[in-house]
């Protein structure tokens, strides 16, 4: 069955330092990849998404992820971390065998952002 | 413009009550998608509109669940004789078809605020 795994609760980082969030997923086609933000008593939004190409995606507010297929991978990361990036981050995925339109999401993880 | 939006955005019942919960997408999206969110999850999965037709309702947990989007526009997820286990936030998203890869749609889902049913 399809299924993402984001191994970390929560992640702590300094401000003006990088960030890593991680995301793992298993699925039995091409995966289908997005990243999605929540911000307190808002909805999500959309950060970037990897459908094929290049490996490396680049999305909103400065952030990126990677795809890794052999490590069936896709953290999201950003170079340098502000404040205001402090949020729950989500990992998702879709594929044909979930129907092509059925997306499958991660636990999430909460991003701490320290000044 | 207007992004998804959701009302009520906190509904409170009784175990037993039957709810409504309503959801109006972004102009011209074809595609529509509700989700439950409970604490500390992930939002999973319940029903995807593709215009008025339920295009895959898998994720609907049991019969008391049913959505309906009559005019392939606003859509309404009702719930019947509420549980405790129904409290979460549902919410709703919408798309416009950018086409498939594979078999797999590459839409990019716009997510509402949600609403928060409390079942006491």
């Known amino acids: 069955a399809q299924s993402v795994a984001q191994p970390e609760d929560q992640v702590n980082v300094a401000e003006g330092n990088p960030l890593t969030v991680k995301c793992t997923y298993s699925?039995?086609?091409?995966?289908?990849l997005f990243w999605y933000v929540q911000y307190p008593n808002r909805g999500l939004q959309f950060l970037l998404k990897y459908i094929t190409g290049d490996n490396l995606v680049k999305g909103s507010y400065g952030f990126e992820a990677e795809f890794n297929k052999s490590q069936t991978s896709f953290h999201l990361k950003k170079p340098s971390a502000l404040v205001s990036d402090s949020a729950l981050y989500f990992c998702a995925v879709r594929d044909e065998e979930t129907g092509g339109f059925k997306t499958i999401f991660g636990a999430g993880t909460r991003l701490f952002v320290k000044a | 413009g207007a992004g998804v939006s959701q009302t009520p955005s906190n509904k409170v019942t009784e175990k037993g009550k039957y709810v409504e919960l309503r959801c109006d997408p972004i102009s011209g999206h074809t595609a529509l998608y509700w989700y439950r969110q409970s604490l500390g999850q992930g939002p999973e999965f319940l029903i995807y509109?593709?215009?008025?037709?339920?295009?895959?309702d898998s994720g609907l947990p049991n019969d008391r669940f049913f959505a309906v989007r009559p005019e392939g526009s606003v859509s309404t997820l009702k719930i019947q004789r509420t549980e405790r286990g129904d409290s979460a936030v549902y919410l709703c998203?919408?798309?416009?078809?950018?086409?498939?890869?594979?078999?797999?749609?590459?839409?990019?889902?716009?997510f509402g605020p949600g609403t928060r049913l409390t079942v006491l």
């Open positions: 509109f593709q215009g008025t037709g339920a295009a895959d």
């Open positions: 699925v039995s086609g091409n995966p289908y």
């Open positions: 998203a919408s798309s416009s078809p950018t086409g498939t890869s594979g078999g797999v749609s590459t839409d990019t889902q716009y």
